[in-house]
Structures are given as C-alpha cells and as structure tokens.
C-alpha cells in the first residue's frame, strides 16, 4: 500500500474511525496479494467523483468496498449515493462490490452484498440500511477472498 495509507488525517471521529477500518482492511488484502488503492474522503468531498473507499485487484479479480466501522452490531444507515456509486463503480470496473463492517465488540468483519441491503425512504429521500437481523447471513473476510470467480 502506498503513503495514502500513512497520512494523518483531520476531521471528525467517525472520519477517524471508517480511514481506520479502511486502513486494516487493506493491509488483511494486501498480505494476501491483491493490489489495493484507498480512496481519501470518497465519502466527503466527492461530488463529482464516483468512487469507493477501497479497490482490491489480484490476477484480474476487481473488489470494491464502502467500509463502515461500529462498536457493536447495530443498526446502519448508508447514504442512498454511497451506495449506488459503488455499485456503479463495480459496473464500470467489472468487480464485485461490498459494504465491508468492522465490528469491534466480535473483532470480525462482515461483508454484505448490494442485493442484500434493505432501501428504505426517508424525511431526507432514500437510504440503504443494514439491519442487526442481517449480520447472521453476512459473509465473512475469508469467504470473500476465497471466492473463485
């Protein structure tokens, strides 16, 4: 991984937190050979721009995540546009997209594909949201890498 991923970063404490996850989740790829890129403050200050926290190539298999980080495995709400970058992202790349959740309490991540998240509508519009109930059918970090394509 290159020095993206050793900057300081300013900012809010969720900021810290998600460029945290981001950070652990793409040192577990790189060791096991994939060639990943971060994407600083994809979620921020990235109107024109469509792009996820993290890419992850190895020998032709492209995965995209939106990383998310809690303390314990609560509810999660995900921007409806956050959502729908990745997946178009993953479209134009060919890849498999994910939203990746670190949870702290279990010390595990899970991994939910886009066909799994619930859409629901709002006072503010449209926002995709990750129940507790989901978690159990989540996929796990290995699952994820050891899928054959």
Known sequence: MYKVFRGVGMG???????????YELGKRLL??????M??????????RFRYPDLVAIRK??????????????DTIHIPYRQVENLRYASELAGGEPYIAVYIQEDRRWY???LDRLEL????KGKRYVITVGMYE????FEEIVEKKT
């Open 60 to 73: 032709g298999r492209v995965l995209l995540f939106e990383v998310k980080m809690r303390k314990h495995r």
């Open 12 to 22: 809010s404490e969720a900021y810290k937190k998600g460029k945290q996850a981001e």
């Open 31 to 36: 060791r096991l050979g994939f060639f990943v």
């Open 137 to 140: 059918k989540a996929k796990s």
């Open 111 to 113: 991994f939910f594909t």
């Open 120 to 123: 629901q509508q709002h006072e």
């Open 38 to 47: 971060r994407a600083p403050a994809s979620g921020r200050r990235s109107k």
